[in-house]
């Protein structure tokens, strides 16, 4: 983090991210954020602490450049002699002094600094992408949408890290979570399941 920066923000949406995860597992990413953003350089062999972080990280990173512009807008402010004076006279009877930027700021800055990258994410896209059948990742969307679960970049990449540990072909995997409703899953649901059945179940959808 920034010298003298003694605060960070936490986002509401990482909570599915949370969810998703056992006691422990959540438990080792919640001490490689904290050890992240108190600059200890955290470095994990765990593969699913790693996979989780990275958009964690990613909005870490782009908070802490909001705060270095609103630090050096301050600077620049400070050096022409911070919050203009009061006017006199009629002329500015309705109008109010402007406030020096705080810290705080760097919470409020508006999402068009957010790239049109990251606004346009694709939920569906990325999952086929990935490998998974259009008419799949469809019926996905459906289920997700009942389920209220949200489409996040978050929570794709923790989907995405499930699939890769559980041995089986995204398709499969997906389809998997079609047939049973499932807003989401962990690879062991999935590790004991018989490709052929998988199979025979997305035919009957």
């Avoid at 006017?87 to 957010?114: C, F, Y």
């Avoid at 923790?158 to 699939?163: A, H, R, T, V």
Wanted: glycine fraction near 4%.
């Amino acid at each position: 983090m920034a010298a003298n920066k003694k605060s960070f923000i936490a986002y509401c949406d990482w909570l599915e991210t949370f969810e998703e995860l056992d006691d422990a597992e959540a438990g080792r990413l919640v001490k490689h954020l904290f050890r992240y953003v108190n600059d200890l350089d955290p470095q994990t062999e765990d593969k699913l602490t790693k996979m989780t972080f990275i958009p964690i990280k990613q909005t870490l990173k782009r908070d802490l450049k909001k705060h270095e512009v609103v630090v050096e807008r301050n600077r620049e402010n400070g050096a022409k002699g911070g919050r203009p004076k009061k006017p006199t006279g009629l002329s500015g009877l309705n109008e109010k002094p402007k406030k020096a930027d705080s810290d705080s700021d760097s919470d409020n800055v508006s999402d068009n600094e957010i790239t049109k990258k990251e606004k346009a994410f694709n939920f569906r896209l990325s999952l086929i992408e990935l490998g998974v059948d259009s008419k799949v990742a469809d019926d996905w969307m459906k289920v997700r949408k009942t389920k209220k679960a949200t489409n996040t970049e978050t929570a794709f990449n923790l989907i995405k890290s499930q699939i890769q540990q559980s041995g089986k072909s995204p398709n499969e995997c997906i389809t998997l979570c079609v047939f049973n409703s499932w807003s989401g899953f962990k690879a062991e649901y999935v590790k004991k399941e018989n490709t052929s059945t998988t199979t025979a179940r997305r035919v009957h959808l």
